[in-house]
């Protein structure tokens, strides 16, 4: 079993910074994606910020020059760095991973996982 354990969010005026931490425990063999998502309310929940095994990395339209998704490979932790932020950034955070579990020849065994969800509220 693996699980995803969130940290970092809270409540925040508009303009200031939250850094969120996503830590993977478990039995886990690697990690390949690791990703972001956020649902506000009333609202579907959307890819905030993605980032493969490798560090590459993906951001919304809305997120773009203002997140930064980082991730240390050797301690299974996502981080999103959130600077600048606005009201809009109002959301519950979670926390995806994409996690090799075990191997059998050239096969992988491969599952999705998500995390409890953190939430950040940013005051205007």
């Known amino acids: 079993q693996v699980q995803l354990v969130e940290s970092g969010g809270g409540l925040v005026q508009a303009g200031g910074s939250l850094r969120l931490s996503c830590a993977a425990s478990?039995?886990?063999?690697?990690?390949?994606?690791m990703e972001w998502y956020r649902q506000a309310p009333r609202k579907q929940r959307e890819l905030a910020a993605s980032i493969t095994s490798g560090g590459i990395t993906n951001y919304a339209d809305s997120v773009k020059g203002r997140f930064t998704i980082s991730r240390d490979n050797a301690k299974n932790t996502v981080y999103l760095q959130m600077n600048s932020l606005k009201p809009e950034d109002t959301a519950v955070y979670y926390c995806y991973a994409e996690v090799v579990t075990g191997k059998r020849g050239y096969s992988e065994y491969t599952y999705a996982y998500w995390g409890q969800g953190t939430q950040v509220t940013v005051s205007s």
């Open positions: 478990g039995s886990i063999l690697s990690i390949n994606s």
